[in-house]
């Protein structure tokens, strides 16, 4: 059996920038929201448990986790929100290989898209679209995203089959 932990959201959105960062790459806020969403979808896909505790809202422009967006809503929109090399996370002191192995998988595959490609794929996909059922697309919605809806979805994207819940 794993010894899955989890993990603050500030805490892993620091790792997701310096790992984009290594990678050459730019990051806004609106990409971090939906790599930090892609992260904790597939960790719940593969070792069966979200890996942070927060909700995502359902905003306009996609999933968002708030205390992400209020820790990072001063700061600058372009890579202004890269850490410092004293501050790069090492996620060796929180998590298990097999989870770091998934976050840095999740990142490989999502963080060379563009931010827009990730505002739409997440606009595609069934639990941003039920969290916003009768909001129309412009519309202020802060419901949260279901995170079994998230684990059946994605379960069934990638095996065919959904899962029970969390």
């Known amino acids: 059996m794993l010894n899955l932990q989890r993990m603050d959201s500030i805490i892993l959105s620091k790792y997701i920038l310096g ?6 790459l730019e ?19 593969f070792l069966k448990e979200p890996l942070i505790d927060e909700d995502f809202e359902a905003w306009m422009h996609g ?11 001063e700061k600058s929109i372009l890579n202004a929100v890269i850490p410092s090399s004293e ?8 998590l298990s290989e ?5 976050i ?3 990142l490989d595959e999502y963080g060379n898209k563009t931010p827009y490609y990730l505002e739409c794929l997440t606009h595609e996909e069934k ?3 039920t969290a916003r059922i009768g ?6 919605c802060e419901e949260r995203i279901s995170k079994n809806i998230m684990k059946e979805y994605y379960t069934e994207k990638l095996y065919g089959e959904t899962e029970t819940e969390i």
């Open 19 to 24: 790992y984009i960062n290594e990678m050459g």
């Open 27 to 45: 990051v806004n806020h609106l990409k971090l929201q939906k790599l930090i969403y892609y992260v904790d979808a597939w960790h719940m896909v």
């Open 63 to 73: 999933p968002v986790v708030r205390n992400v967006w209020n820790y990072y809503k």
């Open 87 to 94: 501050e790069t996370i090492s996620l060796e002191n929180y």
């Open 98 to 102: 097999e989870q770091i192995q998934v």
């Open 104 to 106: 840095n998988d999740v």
């Open 127 to 129: 639990p941003w679209l």
């Open 135 to 140: 909001y129309a697309p412009s519309d202020r």
